[in-house]
């Protein structure tokens, strides 16, 4: 079992050479219960900004919010049994679907017209699971002693049946036409997907800039160098990483790839714009909850 301490992670992120604006964006939203990590990779054809990305995980946190102050509501009354039916209570496709759609929803009304790229992953701390959605070209990676295993699907008109995503396909013309994303103007209908981890799995969350345009040298050194910005050759889309791993506090990680984790996310009450393009919210904690259930009860 772990828990948001325990969370250690690198970013990186570089803005392409024909872009105006670096679309790339990853945030981070802990609880007590577990981490959902999303990457929202903004379409450049689209006329949305950042804002989409950040407004998409600020609903998506007050989803989370109102989930636990009305724990009371939602659960039985005694929050020693609360907790446990709080910590599975994600492990319910349903549910995770429920609160994906609402922050949707939310966004949706409120910005009209976006589109992009969508990742997303939940873990819960007491499990080994991860579960994900996926809508579009960002990716999900696993760090291994050959370099990065792609795991999460793709959805480009490359592989429009929806199978595999071959290195072959990322010539193709087609490749950049998204056939699900993140469409404001659209239902939203993400693909889902699960895989085990364990405390010593690096996990790859990537956009297309990286994981496709980018060879697996030209990775490592994205990764390792952070003080390197590549040149317009090799950086024409916004590209960008993030590791993370959920190891425990006195675990050290040693992963293959020639690269370490060297940044921990510390657990506060507060909301941490770590840069730009990476926004960490750490959610109301269960302690909220007991304090919730302790006035109920008075």
Known sequence: MTDPSSIKLIHRTQQGAEREENKDCFSIINSDFGTWVFVIDISTSSIATTNLAKRFSENFHNCLQDLLINSAELFSEKVTQAKPQLESYFEDPVKRKQIIQ??????????KIG???FLSLYRNYSSNKVYGFSAGDCRLGLINNKGIEWLSPVHTGANPSGKNFENSMSQAPERH????????????EPETFELDSSTDDVLVLATDGFWMELNE?????????????FTDKYLVDDTSVL???????????????????TFELQS????TPTNDNLLVINSISSDFSRNTYKKREE
């Open 268 to 271: 506060s009450s507060t909301k």
């Open 177 to 188: 036409i998204l056939t699900k994303s993140l469409n404001l103007r659209r239902k939203f």
């Open 217 to 229: 040298a030209q990775q490592k050194s994205f990764i390792n160098k952070p003080n390197v910005c």
């Open 243 to 261: 590791l993370i791993t959920w190891s425990e506090p006195e675990q050290k990680i040693t992963p293959q790839f020639d690269c370490s984790l």
């Open 115 to 117: 589109v992009a790229s």
């Open 102 to 111: 609402k922050a949707f929803s939310a966004t949706k009304k409120e910005l």
